[in-house]
């Protein structure tokens, strides 16, 4: 197969033994997050060591960025990252996303992804969705992840296996919302981690411990 070329900011964590591993992960950061920032070395790191690539990217570079993007620009991005995994061999794909991240990885629906670890995802659910309103919207024109809603219809064809962590101190996704999207995913658990905020503000190793079940 031949390896494609990624022109995306990226820091691509190669598995530490060539073992011709067959498992890649993406990262999608929350709104202000960073992708390529210190805070998420631990997690590649930590997903190299169990043979599993690591590609953090920047699907937008700070929040002044991403208001120049609609979400079908950022679904665009996703799936050139997920070809960009297959080209170097990879079979299944992962995905990590936080905030933002995590809420645009529940309405992906381009059957890409096999498995995703969400860390409260910033997206309410409703009786009636409006992102497929909100496709070509630019984010400059969007008040805040939450303007975003899912429903029921949406999350049922979600058929990849879906983990969500929600910290019982956040203070920016309720811990209802996080209940709702997973008892209407078709595979879905859920962990509550006591203490924890909206930004792994209790213990920086929350990637490393947590993300290696992808």
């Not at 591993?21 to 060591?49: F, H, W």
């Not at 006591?194 to 079940?213: C, N």
């Amino acid at each position: 197969m031949e390896e494609r070329e990624f022109e995306l900011k990226h820091v691509l964590h190669k598995p530490l033994k060539d073992t011709g591993s067959k498992t890649g992960v993406i990262v999608l950061p929350g709104i202000s997050g960073d992708p390529l920032g210190a805070r998420y070395n631990i997690l590649g790191d930590a997903l190299a060591k169990s043979r599993i690539y690591c590609l953090r990217f920047a699907i937008w570079e700070n929040e002044s960025d991403l208001t120049r993007f609609s979400m079908r620009d950022l679904y665009d991005r996703i799936s050139l990252a997920v070809d960009y995994l297959k080209s170097l061999g990879c079979e299944k794909i992962g995905a990590v996303g936080k905030s933002l991240g995590g809420a645009i990885l529940l309405h992906y629906n381009e059957r890409k992804i096999d498995a995703s670890v969400l860390w409260a995802p910033a997206i309410g659910f409703y009786e009636k969705e409006n992102v497929s309103e909100l496709m070509d919207v630019k984010f400059s024109s969007i008040n805040g992840a939450f303007d975003f809603r899912i429903d029921n219809e949406m999350l049922s064809k979600l058929d990849s296996e879906i983990l969500i962590l929600q910290g019982t101190a956040d203070k920016s996704v309720p811990r209802e919302n996080s209940e709702k999207i997973c008892n209407n995913l078709p595979s879905c658990k859920i962990e509550f981690l006591e203490g924890f905020g909206h930004s792994y503000d209790k213990l920086g190793e929350i990637e490393a411990v947590d993300m290696q079940r992808v």
